[in-house]
């Protein structure tokens, strides 16, 4: 279990992680915060945990989430401005969770411009069901028009568990994974934790991220924070969130 990694320590919390890229902070476009009053909350709480600086990520998923560029902008621009009227003193920025499916491919065909974590680094995820067929040619295609790919929570996608060599392939081709912080605290189930666990051993990870969508998702961090969940994690120096 991953919780046999991690000594205890006197004092924890997520300073270590400096900066949260992967989140659903925006009010009302996604299945994250609902309205600016949860927004706020939520980012409250991500700052009073040490977190200096967050790149929220909505969905972009157009079947359920039809949000794009300009829709994104524009409410993360009322949040900056909801946290300077209420003093809220972090740093926040939006980029965005793109699906891999047909619209996704259709924008990059038409070379729309993606939101991204920091120049061209774009976070992606695709169904925890099964890989998309045509994932490599995507991938590929991303490549070429400049895009660093960072896959979301890698240890999510369970189907893989019995053909790891293919997260290799993957970091073969150049793509960077995420790591969900609730997947190591066991939120996610057991199969989910120890893909995680063997994901981390690898070295596979350089990102780590809260995917914070509601207040059940911060009271867990909150509780995995209490009893030093985190702990190798925050001993690892494979993760680069403090270069944002």
Known sequence: MFSSLFKKKKDSSLDWLH????????PGIDDGA?????????????????????????????????NTYETIVQKAGEVQQALTTENIDIEFKAAAEYYLDEHFVNDLQLKKPLL???DKLVLVEFSMIT????????LFELQMQGYEVL??????????????EFYQELRELGC?????LLSVAGYYGRSVQDLAEYLF?????????????NEKHLQAL?????????DKLEGSAIFKNDQL
């Open 116 to 118: 991204t974590i920091r």
């Open 222 to 230: 909150q509780k995995a924070v209490s009893i030093h969940a985190f």
């Open 176 to 180: 960077e994974f995420q790591l969900n």
């Open 34 to 66: 609902p309205d600016m009053d949860t927004s706020l909350e939520l980012i409250r709480g991500l700052a009073a945990m040490g977190v200096k600086k967050i790149i929220t990520t909505p969905h972009v998923l157009w079947e359920m989430y039809p």
């Open 19 to 26: 900066t949260d890229i992967h989140s659903h902070l925006l």
């Open 201 to 213: 051993r690898q070295g596979l990870y350089s990102y780590a991220g809260t995917d914070l969508h």
């Open 151 to 164: 896959i979301a929570h890698p240890e999510r996608y369970i189907y893989l568990r019995g053909n790891k």
């Open 131 to 138: 890989a998309p067929f045509d994932l490599k040619d995507i």
